[in-house]
Structure formats: C-alpha cells, structure tokens
C-alpha cells in the first residue's frame, strides 16, 4: 500500500473511532449531544364528562306545630330541632297539616266540644321557621288546610311565597322547581274537591301526562286513606274514614305512575304504610305523623315515623334511598329512634301487603335495597 493511502485510511479510521466514543465532531470538538429533534406539539387530553345530575329528595309525613295560642317557646326550631340534620337535601318535602295565619279556625264553628271535628292554625312566621330548618315545599292537600276558611288559605299561600317554599296541592295548580339543573313538577292530591282532587283519577292523570311533558322529573304528593292504627294495611279498594271517601289507594299511585310520575309519596293515615315498586318506582303509602304539637296522636303506632331520603337521576331512575328512623315524643316531637322501629313495621307491612307485586324492602342500616 502506497504511503499517502496508508496515511488517509488511518485518518478515516482515527475519526470514526472519534465519532463513535465521544459523539458528533464539530469543528474538531467532540460533543455528546445528540442532534437535536423537533417534535409536533401534543394536544392537552379533553376534560372527563360532568357526572350526569341527580337529586335529593327528602319526604316527611303529616306537619302542625299547635294551636290556638297553645304554640311552644322557640317555634318550629323547639319542635324539630332534634330531627333538623336529617332534614338537608336538595328538595325536602311534607304534608303541611294546618294553616298559617293570626285568624281563628272557621272548621268546626262553634262546636268547641265537638271531639270529632279538629282544626288547626299556627302563627305565620312558622313558615319561615320551616324554610330556616329545611323546608322548600310543602303538600296542602289535605283535610286541614281550610281549617281557617278562605282567609287562612291566602294567608298561609303568602306566608310561604315569602319564606321561599313551594305549595303544592292547590286546585289544578302544579308547582315548579328547579334543581341542579333538573326542572321538578310537584303535584298535591287529597280526596277533596277544593284541591287536587285523588277520587278524579283521569283528571290526575292527565296532569300528571302535561307535568312529565313540561319537567324533567315528576313528584305526587298524596293525602289518602283511613286513619289510625286499623289503616297501617294497604287494602284492594275504596277507604273510608269518617264517613268520606279517602280513595283507592292502588288505583291511584298506578295510575299516576303510568301517567308519567317518578316518585309517589304520601300521608294521611296517621301510622306508617309498606312501599312498594311499581315499574321501577318507589311509592311511599304514608309516613305518618312527623310533629302534631299537643295536636296529632303519639300513642302506639302513631308516635313512630320516618325521614325518607331518595335520590333520583335526570331520567327519574332509583339511585339510592334511606330511612331515617324516627319516634315521636312528649307533646308531639320527633327525634331518632335508637330501636328502629320504623324500618322493623315497614318492611313488615311491605311484605304482607305487596307480596310478590314489588315490596320495597330496608335493610338494617336503613338503606331501601333498589328494585330487583
């Protein structure tokens, strides 16, 4: 090999081996960086949908707070006080069994004696006292809210307008709320014609039908049924009690149901009922009494009771529900009950009255075991 290959072939090796050991040679440097590469900008991932919404519900049984000047210091809070953390949710609901007003009641005429006819008013801030303890709608079909005449009705409409509560039950009126983005219909039904009236069911029907068609979820509110603790049963049938028709149960609930409502809750009877699933919906016969201050009987089964919490999605489907336990004491108030007592009688009631059509059934905790 001639000398001058020799000497160029050794130089070419000399700078591979350079290369290879100490990186790319720039300008005789040798530099370990590796050339640089541009990459394409990488897009930040999308954001996670928002949970579809839901909605709390909370529904008590049959509410007075006293009578003619019979009230207790503190209102509203000494009467539910010891119940009031039960009482938060998205929407909580009752039977409001009184008027509200600074009038006499007009029920029973002069008939002060009379042990049959019973009527009852309280003081009208009671309704902000309400709202201050969780109340943002209330049921007024029932047999008292004509207790004070025509007078007490508007008075206790005003007194909650102001409070910020919703009335439902009025006469062909439905009430609207809405709720974490979800429009909700709240409709009243008693056996009466001065309200919305459940011995009507076609018309029932057809309210609820128009409620589903404007709402994204539609609750019936119902005041049905005989009274005591002889009507803890739901029974095939018209029920009577003092001589009036107080509706069909069963005919009724189903029949709002298949109309479009999502959820049935009810009072009335003054004890606790079963519930059932009807088509995937929870109906609550009645909760019974929850505060009659010197006013609603406490004795027996009339002095247990309930909170019941449910929560539904944007397309009035079950996703969970609890009761809350609750005895009522002393003078009429309620508080928890340590025993448990209303989930004992409501799973019993349920078994017996709807075996084999849907018993909505409690586990020992509270929790309503869904639809199977």
Known sequence: MKPG???????????????????????????????KIVLPPVEPPEPPPPPPPTVSIIWVGDLTFGNRGNYPKGGVETILGKVKKYLTSDLTMGNLETALGDMPTTK??????????????????????????????????????????????????????????????????TVYVTRNGLKIAILGFAP????????????????????????????????????????????????YGFGENRGNALEFTHGVIDAGAD???????????????????????????????????????????GILHITLDAEGQFIEGKLTPIVIKGPGTPQYDKEGRAITNMNKLSREDFKGKGPALIDKDGQIKPPE
């Open 192 to 239: 009466y014609s001065y309200v919305g009236n459940l011995l009507d069911i076609g018309r029932a029907k057809e309210r609820v039908t128009k409620a589903k068609a404007k709402a994204d979820l539609v609750i019936v509110a119902m005041h049905l049924g005989a009274e005591g603790e002889s009507a803890q049963h739901v029974r095939p049938g018209t029920e």
């Open 263 to 305: 959820l049935v809750v009810g009072s009335g009877p003054h004890v606790l009922r079963g519930m059932q699933w009807y088509k995937g919906k929870l109906i609550a016969y009645s909760l019974g009494n929850f505060s009659g201050y010197h006013t609603l009987g406490n004795s027996g089964k009339t002095g247990i009771s």
């Open 108 to 173: 029973c005429g002069s008939k002060k004696d009379n042990k049959t006819c019973y009527a009852f008013v309280a003081p009208p801030h009671y309704a902000q006292q309400m709202a201050d303890i969780g109340f943002s709608a209330v049921n007024v079909a029932n047999n008292h809210t004509m207790d004070a005449g025509g007078a007490g009705k508007e008075a206790t409409d005003k007194a909650l307008k102001e409070a910020g509560i919703a009335v439902a039950g009025r006469l062909n009126k």
């Open 5 to 35: 290959l020799r000497i160029g072939l050794l130089v070419t090796l000399t700078s591979l081996a350079l290369t290879s050991s100490a990186g790319i040679i720039i300008d005789g440097t040798a530099t370990n960086l590796p050339p």
